[in-house]
């Protein structure tokens, strides 16, 4: 897959979020998805630790970013709120649950990671970065969440990934689990 392009889960589930909405990309490294969903009229906050990355998105219409440590001991987006949370790529166990409480009261999660048996593929290799089977749907469960879209195994890449695209509203999102 191109590095530049969006993710073609992301390209699948992206007509869920509101139209015009506020989303959140978590972890967005160099803002591939925050461009893309830019350009497509969301207002989008980019949040990174890494200042170089970010430097790159300034002056994109529709996008703010912040530089911020998303596994310090404070989450600094608490209390904040977003239409879609787009995370991918990018796994801190502590901070899942709080991942959900950022979500509207029709919010869409949109998350794709590395899972178990990636490490034969490369990096990420170490467990702490690798979901376990079925971990994102435990999550969409602890929460009640409407689970429109999941995925799980080896990708056409070399990978092994999880995705999940779930709701806190039922509206054309699937079936509560």
Request: proline share 7%; hydrophobic share 40%.
């Amino acid at each position: 897959m191109n590095d530049r392009q969006p993710s073609p889960w992301l390209l699948r589930q992206a007509h869920r979020f509101r139209p015009a909405g506020r989303i959140l990309d978590l972890a967005c490294g160099s803002g591939r998805h925050s461009r893309w969903l830019a350009a497509q009229g969301y207002r989008v906050l980019a949040v990174d630790r890494d200042p170089e990355a970010l430097a790159g998105l300034a002056g994109v219409p529709g996008l703010e970013t912040r530089q911020l440590d998303l596994e310090g001991e404070v989450w600094p987006l608490d209390g904040l709120e977003f239409d879609g949370v787009l995370v991918t790529n990018y796994l801190y166990r502590p901070r899942l649950d709080a991942l959900v409480q950022l979500l509207a009261p029709a919010g869409i999660l949109i998350y794709e990671t590395f899972m178990v048996g990636h490490e034969v593929f490369g990096r990420p290799s170490r467990p702490d970065f690798l979901l376990q089977p079925g971990e994102l749907l435990e999550l969409a469960r602890r929460h009640d969440l409407f689970v429109a879209g999941f995925e799980q195994g080896e990708t056409g890449a070399p990978a092994r990934v999880q995705r999940l695209c779930a709701s806190r509203d039922a509206l054309g999102t699937g079936q509560q689990l």
